[in-house]
Structure formats: structure tokens, C-alpha cells
């Protein structure tokens, strides 16, 4: 869609259903951008934030321990991992450790006494640690996998819980559209229902994302096309 | 080799885990504010810039600091 608005040249952003988007966002980084068919910013978002979160899962976890240790759901007094709720905003890639947290939670709700423990699924990967009152398995504790991860396990943790907290940006962004400054949103305010305007570059005047956010001045790191 | 000097080195081998977190951030936050591609490169740029300048900034303080202690 084109539109002219006090001489910038507009491109609209369709952003079709915006809620579904930003469900679609959250369920796969990117995804809800490619439903609006914003695909460099899409494939961007997917690339980054899953890679980041992947990589954070590589260095959680060892062949020894199982992978993706640093992803767990935890809330229990003993240990409460509140850094998952951070994790979770990465959508689907982190639902393994909520499946790994009910399964090994309702094996000790149906375990008969004298009944051997229920096992983690997939090799433990997304397992939560045994709690240190719980003698009743060898499954290693949180201490055993700092032990055992030595700073790797903090890496992963800061690395996976940075996916999550920049998907969140990205969610959104796909709700909402671009950030701009406050002026540029006046310009800019959608006419419709779910649809905002981008100044293009090709204009010959001044884009609004060029300049700093809430000044109205040209921003020095993103220079004015000319 | 002297230990604390190996340590040091240690510190300065975990920093280059903040290179892909500094690159990362910066092309999101980037790309929330623009549509456009060169775009989203030229403030991811500075923005990486801006947080590195930062972080050498609250470095030097620290090192500062840390020779009065």
C-alpha cells in the first residue's frame, strides 16, 4: 500500500492480524513476521534470537549431563528458577523443559512408596535438577551441574535468557510495527485498523526512523539519505 | 607461568563470549526501530559501537577504582 503524507512518501506496513502475529512471534522468533510477510526482519529475528538461544542450550549441557541444562522449570522453594520465566519468551524452543517439569512432577505425585523414580524424557535435555532433598534418584542436583558445566552453565543461562527477553522485543514489533519517534507517530498514526505507515528511503526527504527517538533530531549513527 | 596473570588472561578469553550478545542485541533492537535493511546495518553498527564504548568506559572505571582498593 502507497500513500503520501506532508511530503514523505509513505509505504504501509500491512500487519494483518496483529495479535496472531505476536502469537505467531512468540511461538517461533520471526514467524509472526513472516506471517505479515515481512520477511528480511523475519528471517533476521529467526536467525539471531534462535541462534542465540540455541547456542545458550549448547553450553548448557554436555553429553555427560544432557543437554540444555540451563533451561529447566522450576518453582519450587528449594529451587525456584525464575530465569525460565525470561527463557520462555522464546515460545516453542523452550516448551521441552515445561514437558520435562510436569512429566518428572507427576511421576513423583503417582510414585508408590518403594517405587523406583520416574526418568527425565530425551536424555534429561531441558531436565530440571534433582532437588537436594531428594535422595530417591542419581539424578545430578544444581550443585553437580555447576560442578560439572563449571561457567558454562552461567553462559547459557545469560545466553538463553537474553533470547527470550530480545524476542519479546521482536513480539512487539510484529504487534505493533517499528518504534518511531513521536513525531513520526504522529505522522505517521494508522488510518486503520492494524495498518501503520513507513516513510521510504527513496523519498528524497527525511525518513522519520532516521531520527533519535523522541528529539526530533537527526540521530548520528543512522545518517539522513540525501 | 605466573597465576595471576593466567587468570587475566582467563577474564579476557570470557569477554569474547559478549561479542555474539553485543552483535545480537544490536541487529534486534536495530531492526525494532526500522523497516529497512541498510537501515537496521547502519544503527545496529552504532549501536554495538555505543555499547562497546560503554562497557570500555565502565571498564576503565572499574580498573580505576579497583587501583585504590
Redesign the interface.
Given at each position: 500500500m502507497v500513500g503520501q503524507t506532508q511530503g514523505h512518501s509513505q509505504e504501509t506496513?500491512d500487519l494483518k492480524d496483529p495479535a496472531l502475529a505476536a502469537f505467531l512471534g512468540w511461538l517461533v522468533p520471526g514467524l509472526g513476521h513472516l506471517y505479515q510477510g515481512?520477511t528480511?526482519?523475519g528471517i533476521?529475528?529467526l536467525v539471531?534470537?534462535l541462534?542465540?538461544f540455541v547456542?545458550g542450550v549448547y553450553l548448557g549441557g554436555n553429553s555427560e549431563v544432557g543437554w540444555g541444562r540451563v533451561v529447566y522449570m522450576s518453582f519450587h522453594p528449594e529451587d525456584q528458577r525464575l530465569h525460565f520465566l525470561c527463557q520462555a519468551g522464546v515460545g516453542l524452543a523452550a516448551m521441552p523443559a515445561v514437558i520435562q517439569a510436569f512429566w518428572l512432577r507427576r511421576g513423583e505425585q503417582a510414585q508408590n512408596p518403594g517405587q523406583k523414580p520416574r526418568e527425565p524424557l530425551w536424555g534429561s535435555f531441558m531436565a530440571p535438577p534433582r532437588l537436594p532433598s531428594d535422595r530417591s534418584s542419581n539424578r545430578p542436583t544444581l550443585d553437580d551441574l555447576h560442578k560439572k558445566l563449571h561457567?558454562y552453565f552461567e553462559?547459557g543461562t545469560?545466553?538463553t535468557m537474553?533470547a527470550g527477553l530480545?524476542n519479546i522485543?521482536?513480539i512487539?514489533?510484529a504487534w505493533a510495527g517499528?518504534?518511531?519517534e513521536e513525531e513520526a507517530e504522529a505522522e505517521n498514526r494508522p488510518s486503520e485498523e492494524g495498518v501503520v505507515s513507513?516513510a521510504s528511503?527513496e523519498a528524497g526527504s527525511e525518513?522519520p526512523?532516521?531520527r533519535a527517538?523522541g528529539s526530533g533530531e537527526p540521530?548520528?549513527?543512522?545518517?539522513t539519505p540525501s | 607461568m605466573n597465576p595471576v596473570l593466567l587468570l587475566a588472561q582467563l577474564g579476557w578469553m570470557y569477554l569474547g563470549y559478549a561479542i555474539p550478545l553485543i552483535v545480537v542485541i544490536s541487529l534486534v533492537y536495530a531492526a525494532t526501530r526500522h523497516e529497512d535493511l541498510r537501515a537496521i546495518g547502519r544503527h545496529a553498527f552504532g549501536c554495538a559501537m555505543w555499547i562497546i564504548g560503554l562497557m570500555v568506559v565502565v571498564g576503565l572505571i572499574m580498573a580505576v577504582v579497583s587501583a585504590w582498593l
Open positions: 506496513i515481512r528480511a526482519k533476521l529475528f539471531c534470537i541462534g542465540t547456542y561457567h553462559l545469560l545466553y537474553i530480545l522485543l521482536a512487539y514489533d517499528p518504534v518511531r513507513k528511503p525518513p526512523e532516521s527517538f540521530r548520528g549513527i543512522d545518517p | -
